[in-house]
């Protein structure tokens, strides 16, 4: 059973368009929602992270939306970049469970000049 | 990679035949955790281990084993390996759980199981 559903599963967007990921996850626990990055041949790497206690965290060009009552949260990527193009994983954990994560299935994020 | 290395990266063997992957750490971080990935399916989570000797299963632990003798070594094992294993397989590490606790990822180690 998959505990954080991810979607789309791919993703094309224009040079300076906004790039849109969601997730909705099931267990109410989850207190911790990160967003990871990852390059081909690469390893995930952080992007940004959010607790529930907040609806709202930029960085940068960074936006995560978080809404508890419906129990999603989403990444926009403002002003998108060829750079950009990489895949995206959002995931959830419970803080005091030994910072286990579960992860969404992932999106593929293209990016056109 | 934040000090994390794995080993081997890349590795082909035949069914029914043992297969153990290594992580090193020098960050000298308490959490270990070993993931696999595949198209569709995220990264999951095989086991993880919150300290030498301390181990725990993780959702998708059937089939593994690990063993963490000293602090910077994490090793995943395959007693009997299965095509079903095929994946990349990786590493991560984590520091005791923070405000915002990170994990660290691997390289990766791509395993084709024949």
């Known amino acids: 059973q998959q505990q954080v559903k991810q979607s789309p599963q791919s993703l094309i967007v224009q040079k300076g368009g906004i790039s849109i990921i969601n997730c909705a996850y099931e267990n109410t626990a989850f207190d911790y929602f990160p967003w990871y990055q990852q390059f081909p041949g690469k390893g995930p790497a952080l992007l940004i992270a959010i607790r529930p206690d907040v609806s709202e965290k930029k960085e940068g060009r960074f936006t995560i939306s978080f809404n508890k009552s419906a129990k999603q949260f989403s990444l926009h990527i403002m002003d998108s970049q060829p750079g950009d193009s990489a895949t995206y994983f959002c995931a959830a954990s419970i803080g005091n469970a030994g910072n286990m994560l579960t992860f969404g299935g992932g999106t593929r994020l293209m990016v056109k000049p | 990679d934040a000090g994390i290395t794995q080993s081997p990266r890349h590795k082909v063997t035949e069914t029914g035949t043992p297969v153990t992957l290594r992580c090193h750490q020098t960050?000298?971080?308490?959490?270990m955790y070993w993931y696999r990935q595949d198209p569709g399916h995220g990264l999951r989570l095989i086991h993880y281990?919150?300290?030498?000797?301390?181990?725990d299963k993780g959702e998708v632990s059937d089939g593994y084993s690990v063993s963490r003798s000293k602090t910077e070594d994490f090793l995943l094992t395959l007693e009997s390996a299965t095509s079903s294993q095929t994946s990349v397989y990786f590493c991560?590490?984590?520091?005791?759980?923070?405000?915002?606790?990170?994990?660290?990822f691997g390289p990766g180690t791509r395993l084709t199981v024949l």
């Open positions: 960050e000298n971080h308490r959490y």
């Open positions: 281990s919150y300290g030498v000797k301390d181990t």
């Open positions: 991560a590490i984590s520091e005791t759980p923070t405000w915002l606790p990170e994990q660290f």
